[in-house]
């Protein structure tokens, strides 16, 4: 080898240069297009970190998570229900970190073992479309026994279990609502599964299809809601069912086999922090934040007016591969 060219490798290694450093990092993003973008543009910004997001429902993200754990394809898992994190936790796909800002997140929205963080807050409403229900002479619908009615017959829009963080959510609700018996909780969505437009592998979408009169009603988060009638789409109401209604807690974890860890860290430190959880409506997305440093916006759900189950997400995590196995096997197939 010629002297300059050793005395360039010594160099390179000198200077720790002999394996390149990763700068950008990618997030998988569960919540709206909208509100990923801008949350990692704003990363970028304040950082100087190059940040991208691929956008996945949660039972997308996590197969896509768990599929490449040899090779992780994401830094960041942001946004989708919490239950998703506990599953991810179980199987070890996950980083733990415990952030600078882990104090300012309200007591028990967090994981105990700091594997993952509640980023925001979510109460699962129905999204009525009056003009489509006045059609089948109906108001707009106020109780789980109510989505029953067969006037609703292929007028519920709803996702899958399977794909869907929001319909798994509706799903342990019904649990909840039982009791913890897991076969009324099936039994109910059985005989819902007339009713259904079809299964949809995004939560969110149920509040599209209502907007755009393909359903009379969607189960979704109530923010959803509230951002299409902020579309334009005036004959929007949100309800939420008299029995008791399920919420989510949005996960933002670290990803075991990160590209990138500190940058990693650093944007589950950006993302805890007040400056990043007063973002939301920008996009008109009126979840409840978690850092106790914000205040909830006015077009947020108000957990004190509505009545909530007892979501404990830690077991409904763990009960997700089971009881989503069940309704794919005897309810519906996951969408293709």
């Not at 988060?221 to 919420?247: I, K």
Request: glycine share 8%; hydrophobic share 40%.
């Amino acid at each position: 080898m010629r002297p300059l060219a050793i005395a360039l490798v010594a160099v390179l290694l000198a200077a720790g240069c002999s394996t390149p450093r990763r700068d950008k990092i990618t997030v998988a993003c569960g919540a709206s297009e909208r509100w990923c973008a801008m949350m990692v543009k704003r990363f970028s910004d304040a950082t100087g970190v190059e940040a991208d997001f691929v956008r996945l429902s949660s039972g997308e993200a996590l197969e896509r998570i768990k599929a490449a754990r040899a090779r992780q394809e994401f830094d960041v898992w942001h946004g989708g229900p919490a239950d998703s994190y506990v599953a991810a936790k179980s199987q070890g796909l996950l980083e733990p970190y415990k952030s600078e800002k882990a104090g300012e997140i309200r007591q028990g929205w967090a994981d105990r073992d700091n594997t993952w963080s509640g980023i925001y807050a979510g109460v699962l409403a129905f999204c009525n479309n009056t003009k489509e229900l006045a059609k089948r002479g109906m108001r707009p619908i106020r109780s789980w026994r109510e989505l029953l009615d067969e006037r609703l017959r292929g007028g519920v829009a709803i996702a899958h279990p399977a794909t869907s963080g929001t319909a798994y959510t509706a799903l342990w609700t019904r649990v909840e609502l039982g009791g913890g018996d897991r076969e009324a909780a099936l039994g109910y969505l059985r005989s819902l599964h007339p009713n259904v437009l079809r299964y949809n592998s995004s939560g969110s979408a149920a509040a599209l299809q209502a907007a755009k009169q393909e359903a009379a009603v969607g189960v979704v988060f109530s923010h959803d809601c509230v951002a299409a009638q902020e579309q334009g789409y005036p004959n929007l109401q949100v309800t939420f069912p008299q029995e008791g209604t399920g919420y989510e807690l949005g996960g933002l974890a670290v990803l075991a086999g990160a590209h990138n860890p500190d940058s990693a860290r650093e944007y589950v430190d950006w993302a805890l922090s007040g400056a990043s959880q007063r973002l939301g409506p920008l996009v008109n997305f009126y979840a409840l934040p978690t850092n106790t440093k914000v205040p909830a916006h006015s077009k947020a759900a108000d957990p004190a007016t509505v009545k909530l189950v007892s979501y404990d997400v830690e077991v409904a995590g763990r009960a997700k591969q089971a009881l989503v196995d069940r309704f794919s096997a005897e309810i519906a197939r996951p969408p293709a």
